[in-house]
């Protein structure tokens, strides 16, 4: 699995654990687990399931490419982050 971050700006904590096809989601001290199995890509036009039970859905977007799927997450900073923090992410394997 490859993960980029897409930052946004908030209070809010968020932290991100990877094991195999599952995401174990930290938001704000409250934890879920999203099993991405089977899910080759999401949102897509007729997909309106909910993948977690957080107040937050963290996972902006799923898509599988070249067999490998690619999770787009959101990535929370505070105001005074750096420039890195705000602009510096590109896709990582997990």
Do not use: C
């Not at 993948?51 to 990535?75: A, F, H, M, Y």
Request: glycine share 6%; no cysteine; hydrophobic share 30%.
């Amino acid at each position: 699995m490859k993960r980029k971050y897409s930052p946004q700006r908030s209070d809010n904590e968020i932290s991100y654990q990877f094991g195999g096809e599952k995401i174990i989601v930290n938001l704000n001290g409250r934890i879920d687990t999203i099993d991405l199995t089977g899910i080759e890509e999401y949102p897509s036009f007729e997909d309106n399931r909910k993948l977690t039970k957080l107040p937050i859905n963290p996972i902006i977007s799923v898509r599988t490419k070249d067999g490998k799927k690619q999770v787009e997450l959101l990535k929370f900073h505070k105001e005074n982050a750096s420039e890195p923090e705000r602009f510096g992410f590109d896709w990582e394997e997990v």
